[in-house]
């Protein structure tokens, strides 16, 4: 993936809120419902949402500066010098434990510390020395495959809210380089693990490891996921509120039509059941919260009748305060 920053369109010394921003604006552009004609509009919104991923959480945004992950937020590996990364029993120096050994038995002239060559040997390599013959020899014979290696790959895959509901397939890299089209299955959930089987590293004389793919929703652009409910700010305007009548709602499937009672506050919510992300039990629901909205500019038409109904119709709604 593209460097963070410059998918998203900002310096390295953004600021969050600009950050946050760019990311909106960028979001709202390029969603799939807005380009329904272009083929290449999901890719763009899933790199979007990834980046956002990185650089719009403050601590992977330090680790990312840092060199620890990278532009997909895996971590950035130091391998081991002189030998597999993976061998279980690598000293944190950054190679293999070091001893001096000497032949012959245990005691003066003998194995160093008074543990016997075997021993030390099968510390380090979990078991895998055979054949020793403790002061008598020094010839060993190991079993390569008893040294444990994990070949399980980790990688984290970023979709989109809608992927999340409906499900989808996504195409994933690994850190091998190779690249996997993944079944997403529909309801999956922030923090859900895919396992694919066989589809990690290989070693000789190892069964291959599998693939981990923890699964993150990207933050939409207009609803919040609460659990498994969904809630989204409806704005309507002046004559919707006080006159009522029926306003479209958007859902993560097809729009609907609320109904707006006559008289209908700023801030007020309401429930629409089983429009939100699925569940065992079914579906959550779709919490509604209207904000009223006034046209842009000055009207001064619409200040007189103010100015005229404020007159005739005083009311202060925070008395209570």
Same mark, same amino acid.
């Given at each position: 993936?593209?460097?963070?920053?410059?998918?998203?369109?900002?310096?390295?010394?953004?600021?969050?809120?600009?950050?946050?921003?760019?990311?909106?604006?960028?979001?709202?552009?390029?969603?799939?419902?807005?380009?329904?004609?272009?083929?290449?509009?999901?890719?763009?919104?899933?790199?979007?949402?990834?980046?956002?991923?990185? /650089?719009?959480?403050?601590?992977?945004?330090?680790?990312?500066?840092?060199g620890?992950?990278?532009?997909?937020?895996?971590?950035?590996?130091?391998g081991?010098?002189?030998?597999?990364?993976?061998?279980?029993?690598?000293?944190?120096?950054?190679?293999?434990?070091?001893?001096? !050994?000497?032949?012959?038995?245990?005691?003066?002239?003998?194995?160093?510390?008074?543990?016997? !060559?075997?021993? /030390?040997?099968?510390?380090?390599?979990?078991?895998?020395?055979?054949?020793?013959?403790?002061?008598?020899?020094?010839?060993?014979?190991?079993?390569?495959?008893?040294?444990?290696?994990?070949?399980?790959?980790?990688?984290?895959?970023?979709?989109?809210?809608?992927?999340?509901?409906?499900?989808?397939?996504?195409?994933?890299?690994?850190?091998t380089?190779?690249?996997?089209?993944?079944?997403?299955?529909?309801?999956?959930?922030?923090?859900?693990?895919?396992?694919?089987?066989?589809?990690?590293e290989?070693?000789?004389?190892h069964?291959?490891?599998?693939?981990?793919?923890?699964?993150?929703?990207?933050?939409?652009?207009?609803?919040?996921?609460?659990?498994?409910?969904?809630?989204?700010?409806?704005?309507?305007?002046?004559?919707?509120?006080?006159?009522?009548?029926?306003?479209?709602?958007?859902?993560?499937?097809?729009?609907?039509?609320l109904? /707006?009672?006559?008289?209908?506050?700023?801030?007020?919510? !309401?429930?629409?059941?089983?429009?939100g992300?699925?569940?065992?039990?079914?579906?959550?629901?779709?919490?509604?919260?209207?904000?009223?909205?006034?046209?842009?500019?000055?009207?001064a038409?619409?200040?007189?009748?103010?100015?005229?109904?404020?007159?005739?119709?005083?009311?202060?709604?925070?008395?209570?305060?």
């Amino acid at each position: 993936m593209r460097d963070p920053y410059e998918v998203l369109g900002v310096p390295r010394g953004a600021s969050a809120a600009a950050i946050k921003s760019a990311y909106r604006k960028l979001a709202k552009k390029h969603h799939p419902d807005n380009n329904k004609n272009d083929p290449k509009s999901a890719a763009r919104f899933s790199e979007i949402n990834s980046a956002n991923e990185i /650089i719009g959480d403050e601590d992977k945004r330090k680790q990312f500066d840092r060199g620890e992950i990278d532009a997909e937020g895996k971590p950035r590996f130091q391998g081991f010098p002189g030998g597999d990364p993976r061998a279980r029993g690598a000293s944190p120096g950054g190679g293999f434990e070091t001893h001096t !050994f000497r032949t012959g038995s245990g005691g003066p002239g003998g194995f160093g510390g008074g543990a016997g !060559f075997e021993d /030390i040997l099968n510390s380090m390599f979990g078991g895998a020395a055979r054949g020793a013959r403790p002061g008598g020899g020094t010839t060993f014979e190991f079993d390569p495959g008893a040294i444990a290696l994990d070949l399980d790959l980790s990688v984290a895959m970023t979709v989109s809210l809608e992927e999340a509901v409906k499900g989808g397939e996504k195409r994933v890299r690994l850190p091998t380089g190779k690249e996997l089209n993944v079944k997403i299955p529909a309801g999956v959930t922030a923090g859900q693990q895919i396992r694919l089987k066989g589809q990690g590293e290989t070693a000789p004389g190892h069964p291959p490891g599998d693939l981990l793919i923890t699964v993150s929703i990207a933050p939409h652009p207009f609803f919040k996921v609460d659990g498994s409910d969904l809630r989204v700010d409806l704005p309507i305007t002046l004559y919707e509120a006080v006159l009522g009548g029926k306003v479209r709602v958007p859902t993560v499937g097809s729009a609907v039509e609320l109904s /707006i009672p006559k008289n209908t506050s700023s801030g007020r919510t !309401f429930r629409l059941k089983g429009k939100g992300l699925p569940k065992a039990d079914g579906a959550g629901d779709l919490f509604v919260t209207t904000r009223i909205m006034l046209p842009d500019g000055n009207d001064a038409e619409l200040e007189a009748l103010m100015q005229k109904w404020r007159d005739g119709h005083p009311y202060n709604p925070r008395s209570d305060l």
